[in-house]
């Protein structure tokens, strides 16, 4: 058992988030589901595999249970083959996303990037951002900068916004790219709802007041899953 083995030998902690989202994605499991079977929080999960085995050895034993592998199985790599067969080959892949899907990723708020036609080069900003889900012809997004900022496009500007989260050492990941026009938010009463709705502190911090709407023409997004 690796329980009583020398902390050196234990598998590093990237090689066993892999091995966990590969198994994971054999089975057919969101990630919510396996950490709803192992009893535990997604958050906790994300965390567990990014700390490894020592720091909760109980909860890899769920986590095992839940893809149906014993708890040395899973630390070594055994998936109940039979002898000389290994791991099942796994491919990464890129999959479309729905428009449905895209939102989702989004949640209700993060940090994305404004693409911007500038000159003499087009110009790509961090900004933070939220989606505005309130607005009568569909969810859009909106952020907080300076009249006189490069990332304040102009009104009826043409803009693209995208934003990814990717991590290389498990090969999964997603990105959702929305493209459309930008307008500024110019009725005080919308104003005020977006500042009580959302918190948004953009990083420059100070006095900020436009808020910059992408009124989204085209939503597409691709995950990397496993075949």
Same mark, same amino acid.
Do not use: K
């Given at each position: ?5 020398? $902390?050196?030998?234990?598998?590093? $902690? !990237? ?8 198994? !994971? ?17 997604? %958050? ?11 720091? @909760?050895? &109980? ?5 095992? =249970? ?10 070594? &790599? %055994?998936?109940?083959? $039979? ?12 999959? !479309? ?9 989004? &949640? ?11 000159? $003499? =080069? ?8 939220? +989606? ?9 997004? +909106? ?26 050492? #498990? ?9 459309? +026009?930008?307008?500024?938010?110019? @009725?005080? #009463?919308?104003? %005020? ?6 918190? #948004?502190?953009?990083? =420059?911090?100070? @006095? ?10 085209? #939503?597409?997004? %691709? !995950?990397?899953?496993?075949?």
């Amino acid at each position: 058992m690796y329980d009583n083995a020398d $902390p050196m030998t234990r598998p590093d $902690p !990237r090689v066993l988030a892999r091995r966990v989202a590969e198994r !994971r994605l054999q089975l057919g499991l969101s990630e919510g589901a396996l950490a709803t079977q192992a009893g535990m929080a997604p %958050r906790y999960l994300q965390h567990l595999l990014g700390a490894g085995v020592d720091f @909760d050895p &109980g909860g890899f034993v769920r986590i095992a =249970s839940a893809l149906h592998l014993s708890y040395d199985d899973l630390l070594e &790599g %055994r998936t109940g083959l $039979p002898p000389g067969q290994g791991e099942p080959a796994v491919h990464p892949a890129l999959l !479309r996303l729905t428009e449905h899907e895209c939102w989702d990723r989004l &949640g209700s708020r993060g940090v994305g990037r404004v693409a911007l036609a500038l000159e $003499p =080069s087009p110009g790509v900003f961090p900004v933070n951002y939220a +989606v505005d889900a309130h607005a009568a012809d569909g969810p859009s997004i +909106v952020y907080r900068t300076a009249p006189d900022s490069v990332a304040a496009p102009g009104a009826g500007a043409a803009v693209s916004f995208e934003v990814d989260r990717v991590d290389d050492h #498990v090969s999964q990941g997603w990105s959702v790219l929305l493209s459309g +026009v930008a307008e500024h938010v110019d @009725d005080p #009463v919308v104003a %005020r709802r977006l500042s009580e709705s959302h918190v #948004v502190e953009p990083w =420059s911090g100070g @006095d900020l007041p436009l808020w910059v709407r992408i009124r989204p023409g085209h #939503v597409s997004g %691709r !995950r990397i899953g496993v075949l």
